[in-house]
Protein backbone atom coordinates (compact mmCIF):
# COMPACT_ATOMS: atom_id res chain seq x y z
CA UNK A 1 0.00 0.00 0.00
CA UNK A 2 1.13 3.64 -0.83
CA UNK A 3 1.58 5.57 2.46
CA UNK A 4 1.11 8.38 1.07
CA UNK A 5 -3.04 7.41 -0.21
CA UNK A 6 -5.38 7.01 2.67
CA UNK A 7 -5.97 3.85 3.51
CA UNK A 8 -9.97 4.46 4.00
CA UNK A 9 -12.59 4.18 1.54
CA UNK A 10 -15.75 5.50 1.30
CA UNK A 11 -18.65 5.75 -1.36
CA UNK A 12 -17.38 2.95 -2.81
CA UNK A 13 -17.97 -0.77 -2.22
CA UNK A 14 -15.39 -2.23 -0.04
CA UNK A 15 -12.88 -4.57 -1.62
CA UNK A 16 -9.91 -6.13 -0.81
CA UNK A 17 -8.15 -4.77 2.06
CA UNK A 18 -10.49 -2.14 2.61
CA UNK A 19 -12.97 -5.22 3.31
CA UNK A 20 -13.24 -6.03 6.86
CA UNK A 21 -15.04 -8.66 9.05
CA UNK A 22 -18.33 -9.91 7.93
CA UNK A 23 -17.06 -13.18 8.18
CA UNK A 24 -19.95 -15.26 9.21
CA UNK A 25 -22.15 -13.34 6.76
CA UNK A 26 -19.82 -14.02 4.00
CA UNK A 27 -19.83 -17.55 4.64
CA UNK A 28 -23.65 -17.73 4.86
CA UNK A 29 -24.11 -15.89 1.88
CA UNK A 30 -21.44 -18.15 -0.22
CA UNK A 31 -23.35 -20.95 1.14
CA UNK A 32 -26.87 -19.84 0.06
CA UNK A 33 -25.44 -19.38 -3.15
CA UNK A 34 -23.95 -22.81 -3.63
CA UNK A 35 -27.05 -24.39 -1.83
CA UNK A 36 -28.97 -22.57 -4.29
CA UNK A 37 -31.27 -20.52 -1.44
CA UNK A 38 -32.80 -17.39 -2.72
CA UNK A 39 -31.73 -14.55 -0.34
CA UNK A 40 -33.02 -11.07 0.25
CA UNK A 41 -30.48 -8.91 2.23
CA UNK A 42 -32.18 -5.60 4.27
CA UNK A 43 -30.56 -3.01 6.06
CA UNK A 44 -30.28 0.62 6.30
CA UNK A 45 -28.17 2.64 4.09
CA UNK A 46 -24.54 2.05 3.71
CA UNK A 47 -24.18 -0.12 6.37
CA UNK A 48 -22.48 -2.12 3.73
CA UNK A 49 -24.62 -4.50 1.33
CA UNK A 50 -23.18 -3.96 -1.89
CA UNK A 51 -19.96 -4.48 -0.15
CA UNK A 52 -20.75 -8.21 1.25
CA UNK A 53 -22.50 -9.30 -2.10
CA UNK A 54 -19.83 -8.50 -4.05
CA UNK A 55 -17.12 -10.08 -1.64
CA UNK A 56 -20.34 -13.58 -1.25
CA UNK A 57 -20.42 -13.32 -5.08
CA UNK A 58 -16.79 -12.95 -6.24
CA UNK A 59 -15.76 -15.97 -3.76
CA UNK A 60 -18.69 -18.64 -4.71
CA UNK A 61 -17.82 -17.66 -8.56
CA UNK A 62 -16.59 -20.76 -10.63
CA UNK A 63 -16.63 -22.27 -13.72
CA UNK A 64 -20.61 -23.81 -13.04
CA UNK A 65 -21.34 -21.07 -10.69
CA UNK A 66 -22.03 -17.62 -12.84
CA UNK A 67 -22.48 -14.84 -10.21
CA UNK A 68 -24.51 -11.58 -12.18
CA UNK A 69 -24.70 -8.25 -10.38
CA UNK A 70 -28.08 -6.01 -11.71
CA UNK A 71 -28.51 -2.55 -10.42
CA UNK A 72 -31.99 -1.05 -10.59
CA UNK A 73 -30.81 1.98 -9.27
CA UNK A 74 -31.00 2.98 -12.64
CA UNK A 75 -33.45 1.13 -13.95
CA UNK A 76 -36.85 3.15 -15.05
CA UNK A 77 -39.52 0.73 -16.24
CA UNK A 78 -40.13 -3.19 -16.56
CA UNK A 79 -38.20 -3.01 -19.66
CA UNK A 80 -35.06 -1.52 -18.53
CA UNK A 81 -35.18 -4.40 -16.14
CA UNK A 82 -35.85 -7.20 -18.42
CA UNK A 83 -33.13 -5.49 -21.34
CA UNK A 84 -30.22 -5.91 -18.31
CA UNK A 85 -31.36 -9.06 -17.37
CA UNK A 86 -30.95 -10.37 -20.44
CA UNK A 87 -27.84 -8.11 -21.87
CA UNK A 88 -25.97 -9.88 -18.40
CA UNK A 89 -26.86 -13.16 -19.09
CA UNK A 90 -25.70 -13.48 -22.51
CA UNK A 91 -22.66 -11.21 -21.63
CA UNK A 92 -22.20 -13.75 -19.31
CA UNK A 93 -22.03 -16.56 -20.77
CA UNK A 94 -21.02 -16.06 -24.65
CA UNK A 95 -17.51 -14.70 -24.81
CA UNK A 96 -17.75 -13.97 -28.49
CA UNK A 97 -19.71 -11.36 -30.38
CA UNK A 98 -21.01 -13.64 -33.04
CA UNK A 99 -22.00 -16.04 -30.31
CA UNK A 100 -23.89 -13.98 -28.16
CA UNK A 101 -26.12 -12.86 -31.61
CA UNK A 102 -26.46 -16.18 -32.22
CA UNK A 103 -27.96 -17.27 -29.22
CA UNK A 104 -29.84 -13.97 -28.83
CA UNK A 105 -31.66 -15.24 -31.77
CA UNK A 106 -31.59 -18.70 -30.76
CA UNK A 107 -33.49 -18.12 -27.06
CA UNK A 108 -35.83 -15.62 -28.47
CA UNK A 109 -38.22 -16.96 -30.65
CA UNK A 110 -41.66 -15.18 -29.86
CA UNK A 111 -39.36 -11.82 -29.28
CA UNK A 112 -37.25 -10.14 -31.74
CA UNK A 113 -34.01 -8.46 -30.09
CA UNK A 114 -32.86 -5.23 -32.03
CA UNK A 115 -28.95 -5.05 -31.95
CA UNK A 116 -27.17 -2.07 -31.41
CA UNK A 117 -22.94 -1.10 -31.31
CA UNK A 118 -20.58 1.43 -31.21
CA UNK A 119 -17.26 1.28 -32.08
CA UNK A 120 -16.08 -1.37 -30.31
CA UNK A 121 -18.59 -3.61 -30.64
CA UNK A 122 -17.51 -6.63 -28.20
CA UNK A 123 -18.11 -4.20 -25.06
CA UNK A 124 -20.59 -1.95 -26.89
CA UNK A 125 -22.79 -4.76 -28.02
CA UNK A 126 -26.45 -4.45 -26.47
CA UNK A 127 -29.77 -5.57 -27.08
CA UNK A 128 -33.10 -4.16 -26.49
CA UNK A 129 -36.58 -5.20 -27.11
CA UNK A 130 -39.53 -3.57 -28.29
CA UNK A 131 -42.23 -2.52 -25.66
CA UNK A 132 -45.08 -3.96 -26.89
CA UNK A 133 -43.26 -7.30 -27.27
CA UNK A 134 -42.05 -7.05 -23.72
CA UNK A 135 -45.46 -7.01 -22.17
CA UNK A 136 -46.75 -10.18 -24.28
CA UNK A 137 -43.57 -12.37 -24.32
CA UNK A 138 -42.07 -11.13 -20.98
CA UNK A 139 -41.80 -14.63 -19.81
CA UNK A 140 -39.25 -15.65 -22.60
CA UNK A 141 -36.70 -13.11 -21.42
CA UNK A 142 -37.50 -14.15 -17.49
CA UNK A 143 -36.67 -17.70 -18.49
CA UNK A 144 -33.46 -16.51 -20.65
CA UNK A 145 -31.05 -17.53 -17.31
CA UNK A 146 -32.80 -20.89 -16.57
CA UNK A 147 -32.79 -22.12 -20.26
CA UNK A 148 -29.28 -20.75 -21.14
CA UNK A 149 -28.32 -22.60 -17.54
CA UNK A 150 -29.55 -25.92 -18.44
CA UNK A 151 -27.99 -25.62 -21.85
CA UNK A 152 -24.53 -24.87 -20.63
CA UNK A 153 -24.45 -26.92 -17.01
CA UNK A 154 -23.92 -24.04 -15.08
CA UNK A 155 -25.82 -22.34 -12.48
CA UNK A 156 -26.79 -18.90 -12.32
CA UNK A 157 -26.75 -16.70 -9.07
CA UNK A 158 -28.59 -13.02 -10.21
CA UNK A 159 -27.53 -10.27 -7.79
CA UNK A 160 -30.35 -7.55 -7.91
CA UNK A 161 -28.85 -4.23 -6.03
CA UNK A 162 -31.77 -1.75 -4.77
CA UNK A 163 -34.55 -3.45 -5.65
CA UNK A 164 -36.66 -1.47 -3.71
CA UNK A 165 -36.35 0.79 -6.85
CA UNK A 166 -38.11 -1.46 -9.04
CA UNK A 167 -41.68 -1.02 -6.88
CA UNK A 168 -41.29 2.63 -8.24
CA UNK A 169 -42.36 1.26 -12.20
CA UNK A 170 -45.63 1.92 -13.22
CA UNK A 171 -47.64 -1.29 -12.22
CA UNK A 172 -45.07 -2.78 -10.13
CA UNK A 173 -47.52 -5.51 -8.89
CA UNK A 174 -48.14 -6.95 -11.96
CA UNK A 175 -44.40 -6.59 -12.91
CA UNK A 176 -43.40 -8.24 -9.51
CA UNK A 177 -46.27 -11.33 -9.42
CA UNK A 178 -44.49 -12.17 -13.01
CA UNK A 179 -40.92 -12.11 -11.23
CA UNK A 180 -42.53 -14.36 -8.47
CA UNK A 181 -44.53 -16.84 -10.88
CA UNK A 182 -41.20 -17.46 -13.01
CA UNK A 183 -38.65 -17.39 -10.53
CA UNK A 184 -40.02 -19.93 -8.52
CA UNK A 185 -39.89 -22.53 -10.82
CA UNK A 186 -36.28 -22.42 -11.39
CA UNK A 187 -34.28 -25.04 -10.68
CA UNK A 188 -30.60 -23.37 -12.29
CA UNK A 189 -31.51 -20.00 -10.94
CA UNK A 190 -30.87 -18.60 -7.49
CA UNK A 191 -31.77 -15.14 -6.78
CA UNK A 192 -30.44 -12.49 -4.19
CA UNK A 193 -32.14 -9.10 -3.37
CA UNK A 194 -30.86 -6.37 -1.67
CA UNK A 195 -31.90 -2.95 -1.12
CA UNK A 196 -31.66 -0.37 1.45
CA UNK A 197 -34.95 1.77 2.62
CA UNK A 198 -35.96 -0.48 4.77
CA UNK A 199 -39.94 -0.78 4.88
CA UNK A 200 -40.12 -1.00 1.19
CA UNK A 201 -37.79 -3.73 1.06
CA UNK A 202 -39.61 -4.75 4.35
CA UNK A 203 -43.16 -4.56 2.72
CA UNK A 204 -42.18 -6.22 -0.16
CA UNK A 205 -40.55 -9.48 1.12
CA UNK A 206 -42.37 -9.93 4.67
CA UNK A 207 -46.08 -9.02 3.77
CA UNK A 208 -48.22 -11.95 3.49
CA UNK A 209 -50.03 -10.16 1.12
CA UNK A 210 -46.97 -9.28 -1.13
CA UNK A 211 -46.00 -11.55 -4.46
CA UNK A 212 -42.71 -12.18 -2.94
CA UNK A 213 -44.09 -13.17 0.42
CA UNK A 214 -41.52 -15.66 1.81
CA UNK A 215 -39.50 -16.03 -1.49
CA UNK A 216 -36.40 -17.26 0.20
CA UNK A 217 -34.19 -16.65 3.55
CA UNK A 218 -34.46 -12.81 4.51
CA UNK A 219 -31.43 -11.59 6.37
CA UNK A 220 -31.50 -8.23 7.97
CA UNK A 221 -27.99 -7.44 8.13
CA UNK A 222 -26.64 -6.13 11.19
CA UNK A 223 -23.26 -3.72 11.91
CA UNK A 224 -19.68 -4.54 12.07
CA UNK A 225 -18.08 -4.36 15.96
CA UNK A 226 -16.99 -2.11 17.51
CA UNK A 227 -13.99 -4.33 18.39
CA UNK A 228 -13.40 -5.20 14.93
CA UNK A 229 -13.62 -1.70 13.89
CA UNK A 230 -10.94 -0.95 15.95
CA UNK A 231 -8.83 -3.83 14.61
CA UNK A 232 -9.51 -2.40 10.94
CA UNK A 233 -8.36 1.46 11.66
CA UNK A 234 -4.78 0.21 13.69
CA UNK A 235 -4.05 -1.66 11.14
CA UNK A 236 -4.46 0.65 8.02
CA UNK A 237 -3.06 3.43 10.25
CA UNK A 238 0.33 0.85 10.77
CA UNK A 239 0.46 0.27 7.01
CA UNK A 240 1.15 4.16 5.99
CA UNK A 241 3.30 4.36 8.95
CA UNK A 242 1.44 6.34 11.25
CA UNK A 243 0.05 6.22 14.69
CA UNK A 244 -3.50 5.59 16.27
CA UNK A 245 -3.69 3.89 19.90
CA UNK A 246 -6.87 1.55 20.46
CA UNK A 247 -8.51 4.44 22.98
CA UNK A 248 -8.39 7.06 19.56
CA UNK A 249 -9.99 4.17 16.98
CA UNK A 250 -12.44 3.15 19.57
CA UNK A 251 -13.51 7.06 19.84
CA UNK A 252 -13.54 6.73 15.83
CA UNK A 253 -15.84 4.12 15.46
CA UNK A 254 -17.70 5.23 18.72
CA UNK A 255 -18.84 8.56 17.67
CA UNK A 256 -20.85 7.23 14.31
CA UNK A 257 -21.98 4.55 15.87
CA UNK A 258 -19.95 1.87 14.32
CA UNK A 259 -21.89 2.55 10.66
CA UNK A 260 -19.26 1.21 8.18
CA UNK A 261 -19.40 4.05 5.76
CA UNK A 262 -19.20 7.07 8.82
CA UNK A 263 -16.36 5.06 10.40
CA UNK A 264 -14.33 5.01 6.94
CA UNK A 265 -15.04 8.20 6.84
CA UNK A 266 -13.83 9.44 10.40
CA UNK A 267 -11.41 7.71 9.96
CA UNK A 268 -9.95 9.18 6.73
CA UNK A 269 -10.37 12.27 8.02
CA UNK A 270 -8.34 11.53 11.48
CA UNK A 271 -5.42 9.95 8.99
CA UNK A 272 -5.39 13.18 6.60
CA UNK A 273 -5.04 15.37 9.81
CA UNK A 274 -2.15 12.77 11.34
CA UNK A 275 1.56 13.42 10.93
CA UNK A 276 2.63 10.70 13.27
CA UNK A 277 0.17 9.92 15.94
CA UNK A 278 -3.41 10.79 16.77
CA UNK A 279 -4.57 13.25 19.54
CA UNK A 280 -7.60 15.15 21.01
CA UNK A 281 -7.22 17.83 18.57
CA UNK A 282 -7.53 15.89 15.38
CA UNK A 283 -10.29 14.00 16.60
CA UNK A 284 -11.78 17.07 17.53
CA UNK A 285 -11.68 18.76 14.41
CA UNK A 286 -12.17 15.50 12.14
CA UNK A 287 -15.70 15.10 13.38
CA UNK A 288 -15.96 18.92 13.41
CA UNK A 289 -15.44 18.27 9.68
CA UNK A 290 -17.74 15.10 9.00
CA UNK A 291 -20.52 17.93 10.87
CA UNK A 292 -19.87 20.40 8.56
CA UNK A 293 -19.77 18.59 4.90
CA UNK A 294 -23.45 18.27 5.54
CA UNK A 295 -24.59 21.31 7.38
CA UNK A 296 -26.76 22.62 4.84
CA UNK A 297 -28.71 19.21 4.12
CA UNK A 298 -29.33 18.37 7.87
CA UNK A 299 -30.73 21.58 7.87
CA UNK A 300 -33.16 21.13 5.12
CA UNK A 301 -34.20 17.56 6.88
CA UNK A 302 -34.62 19.72 10.27
CA UNK A 303 -36.64 22.45 8.98
CA UNK A 304 -39.32 19.88 7.59
CA UNK A 305 -40.15 18.09 10.80
CA UNK A 306 -43.33 19.14 12.61
CA UNK A 307 -42.67 20.60 15.73
CA UNK A 308 -43.58 17.02 17.48
CA UNK A 309 -41.48 15.41 15.55
CA UNK A 310 -38.36 17.62 16.49
CA UNK A 311 -38.98 17.55 20.23
CA UNK A 312 -38.75 14.42 20.07
CA UNK A 313 -35.77 14.00 17.92
CA UNK A 314 -34.58 16.38 20.54
CA UNK A 315 -35.71 13.85 23.03
CA UNK A 316 -33.33 11.09 21.74
CA UNK A 317 -30.38 13.46 21.47
CA UNK A 318 -30.94 13.90 25.31
CA UNK A 319 -30.10 10.41 25.44
CA UNK A 320 -34.13 9.19 25.76
CA UNK A 321 -33.93 5.93 23.51
CA UNK A 322 -37.51 4.14 25.17
CA UNK A 323 -39.79 4.95 26.72
CA UNK A 324 -41.04 8.01 25.20
CA UNK A 325 -44.34 7.59 26.40
CA UNK A 326 -43.83 7.71 30.07
CA UNK A 327 -45.82 11.01 31.22
CA UNK A 328 -42.92 12.65 32.42
CA UNK A 329 -40.91 12.26 29.08
CA UNK A 330 -44.37 13.58 27.38
CA UNK A 331 -44.38 16.58 29.36
CA UNK A 332 -40.92 17.23 29.87
CA UNK A 333 -40.73 17.23 25.86
CA UNK A 334 -43.69 18.29 24.75
CA UNK A 335 -44.86 14.83 22.84
CA UNK A 336 -48.40 15.11 23.31
CA UNK A 337 -50.09 11.73 24.04
CA UNK A 338 -49.05 8.36 23.86
CA UNK A 339 -50.95 7.66 20.37
CA UNK A 340 -49.46 10.83 19.19
CA UNK A 341 -45.74 9.27 19.95
CA UNK A 342 -46.30 6.51 18.03
CA UNK A 343 -47.09 8.62 15.01
CA UNK A 344 -44.49 10.68 15.37
CA UNK A 345 -42.11 7.20 15.35
CA UNK A 346 -43.61 5.78 12.10
CA UNK A 347 -43.35 9.28 10.14
CA UNK A 348 -39.78 9.53 11.67
CA UNK A 349 -38.92 5.78 10.23
CA UNK A 350 -40.56 6.17 7.15
CA UNK A 351 -38.31 9.54 6.49
CA UNK A 352 -35.35 7.02 7.40
CA UNK A 353 -34.04 9.46 10.72
CA UNK A 354 -34.33 6.77 13.31
CA UNK A 355 -34.19 3.42 13.30
CA UNK A 356 -36.20 0.66 15.64
CA UNK A 357 -34.41 -2.07 16.75
CA UNK A 358 -36.50 -4.04 19.47
CA UNK A 359 -37.40 -1.35 21.32
CA UNK A 360 -34.67 1.00 21.20
CA UNK A 361 -34.58 3.92 18.85
CA UNK A 362 -31.62 5.42 17.74
CA UNK A 363 -30.60 8.20 14.77
CA UNK A 364 -30.31 6.42 11.70
CA UNK A 365 -27.26 8.43 10.45
CA UNK A 366 -25.33 9.15 12.99
CA UNK A 367 -23.52 11.70 11.55
CA UNK A 368 -26.93 13.96 11.47
CA UNK A 369 -26.66 12.45 15.31
CA UNK A 370 -23.63 14.42 16.21
CA UNK A 371 -25.10 17.32 14.14
CA UNK A 372 -28.28 17.73 15.88
CA UNK A 373 -26.82 17.17 20.13
CA UNK A 374 -23.99 19.98 19.01
CA UNK A 375 -25.77 22.72 16.97
CA UNK A 376 -29.64 21.90 18.39
CA UNK A 377 -28.44 21.19 22.05
CA UNK A 378 -25.31 23.17 21.73
CA UNK A 379 -23.22 20.43 23.62
CA UNK A 380 -19.90 18.70 22.52
CA UNK A 381 -20.41 15.35 21.16
CA UNK A 382 -17.25 13.56 21.05
CA UNK A 383 -14.99 11.92 23.65
N1 LIG B 1 -17.06 -4.98 5.21
C1 LIG B 1 -16.70 -3.70 5.21
N2 LIG B 1 -15.49 -3.32 5.70
C2 LIG B 1 -15.13 -2.03 5.74
N3 LIG B 1 -15.90 -1.03 5.29
C3 LIG B 1 -17.09 -1.32 4.79
C4 LIG B 1 -17.56 -2.68 4.71
N4 LIG B 1 -18.78 -2.66 4.17
C5 LIG B 1 -19.06 -1.37 3.90
N5 LIG B 1 -18.06 -0.56 4.26
C6 LIG B 1 -18.03 0.92 4.15
O1 LIG B 1 -19.36 1.38 4.02
C7 LIG B 1 -19.55 2.04 2.77
C8 LIG B 1 -20.89 1.65 2.19
O2 LIG B 1 -20.85 0.29 1.81
P1 LIG B 1 -21.85 -0.31 0.72
O3 LIG B 1 -21.95 0.57 -0.43
O4 LIG B 1 -21.44 -1.73 0.55
O5 LIG B 1 -23.19 -0.25 1.59
P2 LIG B 1 -24.70 -0.40 1.12
O6 LIG B 1 -25.44 -0.91 2.31
O7 LIG B 1 -24.78 -1.14 -0.14
O8 LIG B 1 -25.05 1.15 0.86
P3 LIG B 1 -26.29 1.80 0.06
O9 LIG B 1 -27.42 1.75 1.02
O10 LIG B 1 -25.84 3.21 -0.21
O11 LIG B 1 -26.51 0.97 -1.16
C9 LIG B 1 -18.37 1.62 1.89
O12 LIG B 1 -18.05 2.65 0.99
C10 LIG B 1 -17.28 1.44 2.92
O13 LIG B 1 -16.72 2.67 3.27
MG1 LIG C 1 -25.57 -0.57 -1.97
Redesign the pocket.
Known amino acids: MQKDISPF ?6 IGE ?5 EAETAHLVANFRNRVNTVLI ?1 P ?8 VKKAGDLAQSPKLKVIYLDAFTMRDATDFYTSLANAVLKTTYSTLEGWIEQAKRFFTRITPRFSFGNDPMNSLELSFELEAISKNYEEILSLPEKVAIEKGIHFVICI ?2 FQNTSLFSEHSLFHKRLRSVWQDQQHVTYCIYG ?1 KQHMMISLFEKQSMPFYRFGETIHLGK ?1 SLADWVL ?1 IEKQFEKTAKTITPYYAEAIAKNVNCH ?2 Y ?3 LAHLVWQRTQNAVDDEIITSAVEDLINQNELLYLRDTEMLSETQLNFLIALASGVSDGFSRKDILQKYKLGSSANVSRIKTALIEKEMIDLSGRTITFLDPAYALWFVKRMLKKETFL
Open positions: IFGRKASFTDRSRRWGKSSLDESIYSYVQQ
